[in-house]
C-alpha cells in the first residue's frame, strides 16, 4: 500500500469512525460518575488512544482538564475539528508507551479497547509505567478490553487471511450515502493476536460502489484476564476493581468486556527498604556472633512483622 493510500484509508477512517461505532451500553454514564466520584474535584483527565474523543469529549464538560492523546494524526484533525471552543482540551499526537506530559492526572482512561494495539509485554509495560507516572497519588486507571470469547477465537484460528464477511451498514453523515463494512479476522493463538483487516463500500442511491477503501491488517491482543491482572501489578499498579460491563456488574463467563480499575500501589520502595534494613542488620549481628544468628534473625523478623503492620494500618487510614 502506498503512503498516500494508507493516508486515504486512515482520513477515511477517522472521518466516519463517530458514525459507525456506537457506545458500549451505559459506557459514557460510568466514566461520567467515576469522574464526578474522584477526590480531586473536578478531575483532571487523560485519555490514552483517543482517537476522534468520542468518549473524552462527553467528560469534558465536567472536567478541569481534559487531553487526549492518539498516534493517529487524522483521528485527532476530527477530535480538533469536533472540540472547536472546548478550552480545558487539548489534542496530543503520541505514543501510549512513551510520552511524558510533565504533569499528572487525576483520571486515565484507555476506553474501547485501544490497550489491544499493544502486542506485546514490553509495549503494555511501557505504556502501564507512563501512566503511573502521569497519575496523582489517589488517582484512578481505568482501561476497557475485551473479554475474549474462546469459541469465536477458535473459530478464526488458522484462517486464510483476507476472508471478508459482511460486518453491517451506517450512513456517512457527510453525504448521507449507506456504507458496507467488511471485516476479515484470524487468530494466532502463539501469540495472542486477532489480525483484521476492514473494507468499507460506498453505495449510492441505486446501491451502486461508487468508492472503496481497504485498511492493511491491524493486530490486536488478545489479553485474558490474568494476564491483565500481573500486567497491572508488574507495573505497580493495585486492581480496586473488574467489571464485566458499565453497569458494573461481576465478569462473568459470557461477559464480553473488561474493565479494570486500578490505581497506585504504594511504592514497592518501603518494602525494599524495610527487607534490605533487615538483611543488613542481621548479617552485622551474625557476623558479630555467629552462633546468635537464628535468635537475631527470629528477632527482626518479628520487628519486620511490627513494622509490617503500623504499615499497613496507616495506608488503611490513607
Ligand atoms: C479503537 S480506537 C479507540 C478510540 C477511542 N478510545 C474510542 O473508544 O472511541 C483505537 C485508537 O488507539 C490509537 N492507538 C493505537 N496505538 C496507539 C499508540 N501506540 N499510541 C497512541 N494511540 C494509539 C489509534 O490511533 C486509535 O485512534
Aim: glycine share 8%.
Amino acid at each position: 500500500m502506498t503512503d498516500a493510500e494508507r493516508e486515504r484509508v486512515a482520513m477515511f477512517y477517522a472521518e466516519t469512525y463517530d458514525d459507525s461505532v456506537q457506545d458500549w451500553p451505559g459506557e459514557i454514564d460510568y466514566y461520567t460518575d467515576v469522574a464526578a466520584q474522584m477526590r480531586v474535584s473536578p478531575a483532571s483527565i487523560l485519555e490514552l488512544g483517543c482517537g476522534t474523543g468520542r468518549v473524552l469529549m462527553r467528560l469534558a464538560a465536567n472536567a478541569g482538564s481534559a487531553v487526549g492523546l492518539d498516534s493517529s494524526p487524522q483521528m485527532l484533525e476530527v477530535a480538533r475539528r469536533k472540540s472547536t471552543g472546548l478550552n480545558n482540551v487539548r489534542w496530543i499526537e503520541g505514543d501510549m508507551r512513551a510520552f511524558d506530559l510533565g504533569e499528572e492526572f487525576g483520571l486515565v482512561l484507555i476506553p474501547g479497547h485501544a490497550f489491544q494495539h499493544l502486542n506485546t509485554v514490553d509495549d503494555q509495560l511501557r505504556c502501564l509505567q507512563c501512566v503511573r507516572r502521569h497519575l496523582l497519588p489517589n488517582g484512578r486507571l481505568l482501561v476497557h478490553v475485551d473479554h475474549q470469547d474462546i469459541a469465536w477465537l477458535a473459530g478464526i484460528t488458522g484462517r486464510e487471511a483476507g476472508q471478508f464477511e459482511a460486518r453491517g451498514r451506517f450512513t456517512r453523515l457527510q453525504n448521507g450515502h449507506e456504507i458496507q463494512s467488511y471485516r476479515a479476522w484470524s487468530y494466532e493463538p502463539s501469540s495472542q493476536t486477532a489480525v483484521s483487516e476492514a473494507r468499507w463500500e460506498e453505495l449510492d442511491a441505486d446501491g451502486e460502489v461508487v468508492d472503496a477503501w481497504q485498511t492493511a491488517r491491524v493486530r490486536l491482543h488478545c489479553v485474558f484476564r490474568f494476564e491483565m491482572e500481573h500486567l497491572l501489578a508488574r507495573a505497580g499498579f493495585a486492581v480496586e476493581a473488574l467489571y464485566g460491563d458499565f453497569h458494573r456488574g461481576p465478569l462473568a463467563d459470557d461477559s464480553s468486556d473488561m474493565i479494570w480499575v486500578a490505581s497506585r500501589a504504594a511504592a514497592p520502595g518501603w518494602r525494599r527498604t524495610v527487607r534490605a534494613r533487615s538483611l543488613l542488620g542481621a548479617q552485622q549481628l551474625a557476623e558479630a556472633d555467629p552462633a546468635g544468628w537464628v535468635s537475631t534473625a527470629a528477632c527482626l523478623a518479628r520487628q519486620q512483622a511490627i513494622h509490617l503492620g503500623r504499615v499497613a494500618r496507616f495506608r488503611r487510614a490513607a
